[in-house]
């Protein structure tokens, strides 16, 4: 069985809208409000070598899809298998792409054989995959910053309490914290 890992840049507040650039008033939030420090995204190096593919929502593949196959620092998300659930897209560009329909696709995903499934962005999914129970485990990258208002990775109103256990962690020299959870089940 695969391990599912919900990976996030977040503020402090759990605000995971626009890290990079978009349209959210704070866009690019990890870079033009906090001092950049190498270190901090060594987990993000790792997360590349390891993964055995990306999980990634309608909205997020949007975003992604036309940037993504440009870096040359992304080479191993573009070669994996990338996965989108969505009930509207149908032609995927983006090479390795498939699309999944549902959160009982993404547990099928979850059965077969592979390194990890990561999953970017998508506040919306990550809410429905750990409301699923499908989240194994948490990489979470915590900003000093309180951004006040957008998508946050965790539900306001939680049907079921989870609990999590402390798997790694680490504070940079720009206040930058890593946080690595694992789901208890």
Known sequence: MRSLIV????????????????SY???????KDVQMDEAAYDIKG???QEAGAMLIGRVSYD?????WPTMEEF????????????????????????????????????????????VHGSATLAQGLAAAG????????????LLGGGR??????????QRLTLAEHATYRNGV???????LR
């Open 152 to 161: 946050r990775l965790f539900a306001t109103e939680v049907a079921d309490k």
């Open 75 to 118: 080479a191993e998300y573009n070669a994996m298998p990338k996965y989108v659930v969505s009930t509207t897209l149908t032609d995927p560009q983006w090479h390795n792409t498939t699309v999944l329909r549902s959160l009982d696709e993404v547990a099928e995903l979850k059965q077969g054989e592979g390194g990890p499934i990561l």
């Open 134 to 145: 499908l989240v194994d485990r948490y990489h979470l990258l915590v900003f000093p910053l």
């Open 63 to 67: 975003e992604f899809a036309p940037v």
């Open 25 to 31: 008033p704070h866009a690019g939030w990890t870079f």
């Open 177 to 183: 914290q890593l946080a690595v959870y694992d789901v």
């Open 46 to 48: 790792r997360e590349q």
């Open 7 to 22: 990976t996030e840049f977040m503020s402090l507040d759990g605000v995971i809208d626009s890290p990079g650039g978009g």
